[in-house]
């Protein structure tokens, strides 16, 4: 069973940055995609992005495709979100999860394991 726990949340300015961090329990490298899913006041938990197991592919929901950034250091066993431009609809519980299905997914179904979530507050 792989643990997954988010960090790096925290209340900041409108267009101001902040990275969250994902740390595994384990090696997940060449076996898991990871991805980052959120979910704002009174919203349904949505797809951030992901990364494939290998860091070669990354995919992001429009809303922040050139504001934020995927990465992860499987050294580390840890993935990150790096956010920049912050606005107040970034506003949410950010959730990292992870993945053995062939392919990285959009799709919450898709992910086995998941973190509690990290809050991230944005105010204008």
């Known amino acids: 069973q792989v643990q997954l726990v988010e960090s790096g949340g925290r209340s900041v300015q409108a267009g101001g940055s902040l990275k969250l961090a994902c740390a595994t329990s384990?090696?997940?490298?060449?076996?898991?995609?990871m991805g980052w899913f959120r979910q704002g006041p009174g919203k349904e938990r949505e797809f951030v992005g992901a990364?494939?197991?290998?860091?070669?592919?990354?995919e992001y929901v429009d809303s922040v495709k050139g504001r934020f950034t995927i990465s992860r250091d499987n050294a580390k066993n840890t993935m990150y979100l790096q956010m920049n431009s912050l606005k107040p609809e970034d506003t949410a519980v950010y959730y990292c999860?992870?993945?053995?299905?062939?392919?990285?997914?959009?799709?919450?179904?898709?992910?086995?394991?998941w973190g509690r979530g990290t809050e991230v507050t944005v105010s204008s």
């Open positions: 990364i494939s197991r290998n860091a070669v592919s990354t």
């Open positions: 384990e090696d997940t490298s060449n076996r898991l995609h």
């Open positions: 999860a992870a993945s053995s299905w062939a392919q990285i997914s959009r799709f919450s179904s898709a992910y086995e394991y």
